[in-house]
Structures are given as C-alpha cells and as structure tokens.
C-alpha cells in the first residue's frame, strides 16, 4: 500500500523559509518521478514541483521559480521541498503526490501560512 506522509508546514511570516518533507513507503520509490502539489483556500489545485526518478531534473511552476527547491533521497524515501521567500499567496496546503499505474496517490497534506 503507498502511503505518503507529509511534514514541516506551519505559520511563517512573508519572507521568511519552510523545509517541507515526504516519507515515501509501499512502492519502489526510486522508480518514480514525485510532485509537490497545492491546494490554496477556496482554490483547486495547483501543481508546484517535479522531481525524476534520480533527481537528475526538476520542474516547477513559474510563480515558484527561484524561490523553490525540490530534492529527494532515494535511500531514505524522502522527498523535499525548500521554500524561501515566502508569500502570502504561497498560503495553501500542500501535497506530496506520485502518479503510479495511471492513478495518483496522496499523502494528508500540510498546511502553510505565510502571514504577518
């Protein structure tokens, strides 16, 4: 059974950073591509992030670029998203998500709030 498991968002004011985490486990991990996803109040959701299978490239979407990192250990199942300079439209929960078998897979989310 994949089970995805999120961590690491909290309250944080407007430039400020979050390290959010992912613990991978029920599937060969590094045999995936993995996502970050978000989903804001009121909003649909909203792909942030991609990582290959070996962290050789990543993605992301343009308001995030530069401000974002996505990375992965593959012996520890874990991905990571760095986020830096944070904004109040940065406010979402956010998902770890694998796509696997033509169907996706979710962790429980992780709430970030960038405030004052």
């Known amino acids: 059974e994949v089970q995805l498991v999120e961590s690491g968002g909290g309250l944080v004011q407007p430039g400020g950073s979050l390290r959010l985490s992912c613990a991978a486990s029920?599937?060969?991990?590094?045999?995936?591509?993995m996502n970050w996803v978000r989903q804001a109040p009121g909003k649909g959701l909203e792909w942030v992030s991609q990582?290959?299978?070996?962290?050789?490239?990543?993605n992301y979407t343009d308001s995030v670029k530069g401000r974002f990192t996505i990375s992965r250990d593959n012996p520890k199942n874990m991905v990571y998203l760095q986020m830096n300079s944070l904004k109040p439209e940065d406010t979402a929960v956010y998902y770890c998500n694998l796509q696997r078998w033509g169907l996706m897979n979710w962790g429980q989310g992780t709430q970030v709030t960038v405030s004052s």
């Open positions: 990582i290959t299978w070996d962290g050789g490239s990543t």
């Open positions: 029920g599937f060969a991990f590094d045999d995936y591509a």
